[in-house]
């Protein structure tokens, strides 16, 4: 069983960066690949950004490329996003998603349990 603990949310106004970081616990990281889901208020969850269990290979929704960034580090167990030149429509509870040896989908095998992030205009 994984367990995915996030941090980092918070309120910022628009135009600003915060770091999101998702430990993870239970499992072999190294073996998942890692995602990013939001969920705002009314509204699906979506996915924002995934990086592949092997390669690192990042995949970014298009209302966030060029301003998010993700990234993993195994020897930490964490995977991070880095968001800049947020939007007050980038608000949202965003979630940590890990699925074993498969890029994240809509179905991911293991949820974290979200972190706020608010963007004030």
């Known amino acids: 069983q994984v367990q995915l603990v996030e941090s980092g949310g918070g309120l910022v106004q628009a135009g600003g960066s915060l770091k999101l970081s998702c430990v993870a616990s239970?499992?072999?990281?190294?073996?998942?690949?890692m995602g990013w889901f939001r969920q705002a208020p009314g509204k699906e969850r979506e996915l924002v950004a995934r990086i592949s269990w092997l390669r690192a290979i990042t995949y970014y929704a298009d209302s966030v490329k060029g301003r998010f960034t993700i990234a993993r580090d195994n020897a930490k167990n964490t995977v991070y996003l880095q968001m800049n030149s947020l939007k007050p429509e980038d608000t949202a509870v965003y979630y940590c998603?890990?699925?074993?040896?498969?890029?994240?989908?809509?179905?991911?095998?293991?949820w974290g349990q979200g972190t706020q992030v608010t963007v004030s205009s």
């Open positions: 998603a890990a699925s074993y040896k498969t890029e994240v989908a809509r179905t991911p095998n293991y």
């Open positions: 239970g499992g072999t990281f190294s073996s998942y690949g």
